[in-house]
C-alpha cells in the first residue's frame, strides 16, 4: 500500500513532535509524516509533490496557507477561525493528539474520503474469551493482562461485554464514543469499520480498547447475532490479529460466545463457595452441550482478596 503524506507546521516544536508520536504509535496509521517549522520549506515541498494533510497553526495566514498544495487542510486553533479557506477546517489545539487525530479521521469520513492512509490489512481474527462464574477475584484485571501480552505480537482489541464494566476504575476519563457507538456502525454495514475503530480506539500501553457501554442494562439487549456479527466484520475490516472479549452474566448468547473463542480463560480460588460455582458452571455446559467451552478453558488461579466479605456480597 502507498502511504499517504500528512505535513505539519507549528512553531511549538514539541507539539508537532507529539502529534508525530501518536501517530507512529497507531498500527493502523500509514501517514508518512513530515514537520516543518519554516514557511519557505514548507512551499517549496509542496511545489514538488501534492500534500494529502496538513495539520497547520492559526499563526500561518491565510494567505500563505493556501498557497500550500493541499488536498486537505486542518487548521490548529486556539478559538474560533473565521479566515478559513474551502479546503480548511479548524480543530481545537488544546486537546489530545489522539482526540485531533480522531477528529481528522471522522472528518474525512464524513465527506467520503475513503482512503486515509490506513492499513487495512486483514487481522488473523483470533477470540480470546475471560469469564468465570465466580465474581470479585481480578476477572478484568486478568483480561486486560491477557490483552497486553497478545498486544506484544500483534495488534489487540480489548471489548469489555460487562452490564457494570468498572470502565472509570482502569481506562479514566469517559470519551463521547464507547462501544455501543462502535455496534451501531456494525449494523450500518457500509464497509468503514475498520476506518471508524480508528477514530474511537484507545490506548492501555500497546492494547487497544473501545470504553465499554455506560448505561446499565444496555448490554443485555444486544442479541447473540449482533456480536457475531460485530466480530466477523472486527476480523474482515480491521488490523486486530486478536479481540479479547471481558464476558459477563448479562450478555445474550454467552455460552455462544464462548464456544466462539479459541480460548477461553477463567479465573477461580481456591475457596469453598468458589469452588461450587466452578463445579456447577461446567456441570451445565456439560448438561447443556457446551463441553466444548471445558476443552479451551485455561483456568487461572488467582489469590482471594484479604480481610472478610461484607454481609450480604457475593463471592
Not at 477475584?137 to 480489548?158: D, S
Not at 451445565?284 to 454481609?311: D, F
Amino acid at each position: 500500500m502507498q502511504h499517504r503524506n500528512f505535513v505539519i507546521y507549528d512553531n511549538e516544536e514539541m507539539y508537532a513532535k507529539n502529534f508525530m508520536d501518536c501517530i507512529s504509535t497507531r498500527k493502523e496509521v500509514a501517514f508518512q509524516v513530515r514537520m516543518f517549522r519554516d514557511v519557505e520549506k514548507l512551499l517549496e515541498y509542496s511545489k514538488e509533490q501534492v500534500v494529502n494533510f496538513m495539520l497547520i497553526t492559526e499563526e500561518c495566514p491565510a494567505a500563505v496557507r493556501q498557497q500550500v498544495r493541499a488536498q486537505r487542510t486542518f487548521v490548529l486553533t486556539k478559538g474560533v477561525c473565521t479566515d478559513l479557506g474551502e479546503k480548511e477546517k479548524s480543530i481545537l489545539k488544546y486537546q489530545s493528539a489522539d482526540e485531533i487525530l480522531a477528529e481528522i479521521l471522522e472528518s474525512c469520513l464524513e465527506t467520503g474520503d475513503r482512503e486515509l492512509g490506513l492499513t487495512m490489512t486483514k487481522g488473523a481474527g483470533a477470540v480470546i474469551g475471560v469469564y468465570s462464574p465466580v465474581h470479585r477475584i481480578g476477572k478484568t484485571k486478568l483480561a486486560l493482562a491477557v490483552g497486553k501480552e497478545q498486544a506484544k505480537n500483534g495488534p489487540a482489541l480489548y471489548l469489555n461485554l460487562e452490564e457494570y464494566s468498572g470502565a472509570e476504575a482502569y481506562f479514566g476519563e469517559r470519551p463521547q464514543q464507547n462501544l455501543a457507538d462502535l455496534l451501531y456502525y456494525a449494523r450500518q454495514e457500509n464497509g468503514n469499520l475498520g476506518i471508524r475503530i480508528s477514530t474511537m480506539v484507545h490506548q492501555d500501553g500497546e492494547l487497544d480498547y473501545i470504553y465499554p457501554m455506560e448505561v446499565a442494562g444496555d448490554i443485555r439487549n444486544v442479541t447473540l447475532e449482533e456480536w457475531k456479527e460485530l466480530l466477523e466484520q472486527i476480523a474482515d475490516k480491521s488490523i486486530y490479529d486478536t479481540v479479547i472479549l471481558d464476558l459477563g452474566d448479562s450478555v445474550q448468547g454467552l455460552y455462544e460466545l464462548l464456544m466462539l473463542c479459541d480460548t477461553v480463560y477463567t479465573p477461580f480460588i481456591e475457596e469453598p463457595a468458589a469452588r461450587a460455582k466452578m463445579r456447577q458452571y461446567e456441570e451445565n455446559l456439560m448438561l447443556l452441550g457446551y463441553q466444548g467451552i471445558l476443552e479451551h478453558t485455561v483456568k487461572k488461579e488467582v489469590h482471594a482478596r484479604k480481610g472478610r466479605e461484607r454481609k450480604g456480597s457475593s463471592v
